[in-house]
């Protein structure tokens, strides 16, 4: 869709835009009428003699206005269908006015101009997500290092420094996340799961933080639920729910399981509840976006606005439902609504994937 609003080609404003050649017209039809007389035609003959004349012009503009009409109008059109700028001149006929002809050969220079500099910015995207990606796992390489030597170590200092490095650990595989969620294409693999078996390992993986924060996380999901998506990446996100939780004074967090709607668009509903501090109502409509801090991230000073953020890219990638229900002071409560069906779920995923 257009940012802002066009002059629109109605017969008014084309009369309106050539008023100074109505004026030349004017004056040109009194001088022939002027000249008719000297000539010594009679009054009615050179009033028939201006008649021809301004038919003629009439003709000749109403002839214009609807050739350039019609082209203008079906410029609108595209422009306002098309989600992409290069294709313009594919679904606009080239005129066969000058002015139409000059515009036409603009949009197909500034639809290849727009190619060129789209290839460059995904060329250098490209090259910046493989450096993201590889600094991610080079740096892996000494966190696990540092592990093997925590391992050796004793007493408060050692646990603090443990959980200095698991942060460091979550914020990286945070930054990773992000970068393959720009890709939808890479380490992506659905298959049936066990969320159950989701839930222990989301739990296993942020144990030290939960134990640090004095939550014993309650896993109440079903072992007979099961559904598709991404084993890794569902694994983060349930991870992310649970780090958020504890990071904002959760004392008890529970994970629970429960089927909702049957047959093909039947889906389980997963969900993350804690007793935490809640989230403002004011707001809510934007914890789902990038950057998005909050009251209580300011209030905890080290919140970066990313962690909501991911899990509604990486759920969208991969056609599951999100969705957050909180007040302030009772706890959150977020929801995900994961296909049972491998048929709905790629047709989700195809929809999610175009739009």
Known sequence: MTQHDSASFTL????????????????????????????????????????VVLTACCISLAWDFARKRAYYAQLRQAVDQLEKARHLSGFVDEPRFLEGKLSWDACEDLAYLSGRELAQVTRAFDEYERYVETWIHEIKTP??????????????????????????????????????????????????????????????????????????????????????????????????????????????????????????????????????????????????????????????????????????QLCSAMGVGIDAYSEEGEGTRIVLALPVNRRYYESASRTLTRS
């Open 12 to 51: 008014g404003e084309y009369l309106r835009d050539r008023w100074p050649m109505a004026v030349v017209w004017a004056v040109c039809l009194a001088a022939v009428f002027a000249a008719a007389q000297v000539l010594g035609v009679t009054p009615w003959g050179a009033f028939m003699l201006c008649l």
């Open 143 to 312: 966190i696990a290092a540092s592990r093997l030597v925590l391992g050796r170590l004793r007493g408060p200092e050692a646990t603090a420094l443990r959980q200095e490095l698991e942060s460091i650990e979550r914020h990286v595989e945070q930054a990773l996340y992000y970068a393959r969620s720009q890709n939808l294409s890479a380490d992506y693999a659905v298959k049936e799961l066990s969320l159950a078996e989701v839930a222990r390992e989301a739990c296993k993986r942020n144990q030290n933080l939960l134990i640090a924060a004095g939550v014993a996380p309650e896993i109440a999901v079903g072992e007979e639920h099961r559904a598709f998506s991404d084993e890794s990446w569902l694994v983060f996100i349930v991870g992310q729910l649970l780090s958020n939780a504890a990071k904002y004074g959760a004392k008890t967090i529970r994970i629970s399981s429960r089927e909702q709607g049957e047959g093909a668009s039947g889906c389980v509903l997963l969900e993350v509840a804690d007793d935490g501090a809640g989230i403002p109502e004011a707001d809510m409509p934007s914890i789902f976006e990038q950057g998005f801090v909050g009251a209580n991230g300011r209030a905890e000073g080290s919140a970066t606005g990313m962690g909501l953020y991911l899990c509604a």
